[in-house]
Nanobody
Framework: VRLLESGGGLVQAGDSLRLSCAGS????????MAWFRQAPGKEREFVAA????????SYADSVKGRFTISRDDGKNTVYLQMNSLKPEDTAVYYC????????????????????WGQGTQVTVSS
């Protein structure tokens, strides 16, 4: 099972980026898929999650209104559209997936996800 992120890069504040995460070795259509990020010297933090059947999405307060998570189960892929980027969005972004139980309780918890990508760097300059 593999998750492979792409789309990271160096941008200026106010710019947009679209991250993609392609899954292989497993059908993720029944899994919750999510994005987390980790900045230097900080703990990994929740960014956004989307349950199976593209149900109600969830976002960290820091990205709400700027980031949009979506999924294409036909392509086994999840996306993160990031608009109005800020320097504080600079981090390594990780894709995660898993068959979460009790979604509303666990979607923010990194330990709840069984599968992880290797990460993609996003750097936002001021």
């Amino acid at each position: 099972v593999r998750l492979l992120e792409s789309g990271g890069g160096l941008v200026q504040a106010g710019d947009s980026l679209r991250l993609s995460c392609a899954g292989s070795g497993r059908t993720f259509s029944r899994d919750v898929m999510a994005w987390f990020r980790q900045a230097p010297g900080k703990e990994r933090e929740f960014v956004a999650a989307i349950p199976w059947s593209s149900g109600v999405t969830s976002y960290a307060d820091s990205v709400k209104g700027r980031f949009t998570i979506s999924r294409d189960d036909g392509k086994n892929t999840v996306y993160l559209q990031m608009n109005s980027l800020k320097p504080e969005d600079t981090a390594v972004y990780y894709c995660a997936a898993g068959p979460l139980l009790r979604y509303s309780e666990n979607y923010r918890r990194a330990i709840a996800y069984a599968y992880w990508g290797q990460g993609t760097q996003v750097t936002v300059s001021s």
